[in-house]
């Protein structure tokens, strides 16, 4: 098959490209470079089957048909930053991404027949009121908040797919991903796994934002792609969380990391940022029912394959 994959040259989507080239289809990587990195898909430039375009999916200058005459057969549609560092510091662009953005991918789904997924997310539940989890929830979110562009972007983008089904009977995948790490997280990326392991390595002080009682639940780069993988290939057209249901208090993450870098880093505690979310913990019953799905590498594992990675590269 043709696979489209926008955000290609992010953290998850270089590690989804890679997973689609595996499987002997032809991969076009779509990216604009904001957060994406060449380097992500450096290996993956040889094979003759991928083929990388710099575009902007908010572009309307240049639609996304006149960049992919030829057309595809799947989407999957990972255009967004998705560290808050990131996705606020261009509020705006954000929510054109998810607006804008996502009426030009529908379109040229639309057009193609294309079976179209959409990276959807677990803020979509805000600070959440019921814990789990659960598909059903419809969330907490501060519509004013600076979390706001991200959270409501992503909840208007998850409209804008049902409505293309209803109306159009397109053919849609909603995945709500849970956090998620992973080699190819950049190391300024922002987010607390990256952070945490960064500053552990350089036994700089490690940043607990407020006291570290708030909880998230970390899901493995390589499980998120078997389960994105399988939700497209299932006939499942609504929302599905895909993460990690083991939890843990971001203190508890920090002494993890620490120990397994064997750091001389110190805990400091700084303010915690406006509307983050006391815990998460995704419900995956669904998951396990419609994809038969269910990570398997637990917090300690990809956290040493992260960690080795991080050696490695910086
Ligand atoms: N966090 C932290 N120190 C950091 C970065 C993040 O304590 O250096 C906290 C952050 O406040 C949040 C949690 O870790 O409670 C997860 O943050 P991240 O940005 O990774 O993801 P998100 O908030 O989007 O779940």
């Not at 049902?162 to 053919?171: G, I, Q």
Request: aromatic fraction near 8%; proline fraction near 4%.
């Amino acid at each position: 098959m043709k696979i489209l994959v926008t955000g290609g040259a992010g953290f998850i989507g270089s590690h989804l490209c890679k997973f689609l080239l595996e499987k002997g289809h032809k991969v076009i990587c779509l990216d604009n470079f904001f957060t994406g990195k060449k380097e992500n898909i450096q290996q993956l430039e040889r094979d003759s089957n991928f083929k990388v375009i710099a575009h902007d999916i908010t572009d309307t200058k240049n639609s996304i048909d006149i960049k992919i005459p030829e057309g595809v057969d799947q989407i999957y549609n990972l255009a967004c930053p998705a560290s808050p560092v990131h996705y606020q510091s261009d509020a705006i662009e954000t929510i054109k991404a998810n607006t804008l953005g996502i009426i030009n991918i529908l379109e040229f789904a639309k057009l193609n027949g294309a079976t179209v997924l959409q990276t959807s997310t677990s803020e979509i539940y805000g600070d959440p009121l019921e814990h789990p989890q659960k598909e059903s929830y419809r969330g907490n979110v501060n519509t004013l908040g600076p979390r706001a562009c991200y959270d409501e972007g992503k909840r208007v983008a998850e409209t804008l797919f049902m409505d293309y089904h209803r109306k159009f009977d397109l053919s849609i995948r909603i995945a709500r991903i849970f956090n998620t790490y992973g080699p190819n997280m950049d190391k300024n990326d922002g987010r607390v796994v990256s952070n945490f392991i960064a500053q552990a390595l350089e036994n700089k002080s490690i940043t607990i934002y407020g006291d570290g009682s708030q909880t998230r639940s970390f899901c493995y780069v390589n499980d998120l792609i078997e389960g994105l993988y399988k939700l497209m290939s299932s006939g499942y057209n609504y929302p599905i969380n895909l993460g990690n249901p083991g939890e843990f208090t971001i203190l508890e993450l920090a002494k993890k990391v620490i120990r397994l870098t064997d750091s001389d880093s110190e805990i400091i505690n700084q303010n915690l940022p406006q509307d983050d979310p006391t815990r998460r913990k995704p419900d995956i019953s669904l998951a396990i029912k419609k994809l038969s799905w269910n990570p398997t590498i637990n917090l300690e594992e990809g956290l040493k394959r992260t960690i080795s990675y991080f050696k490695d590269r910086h």
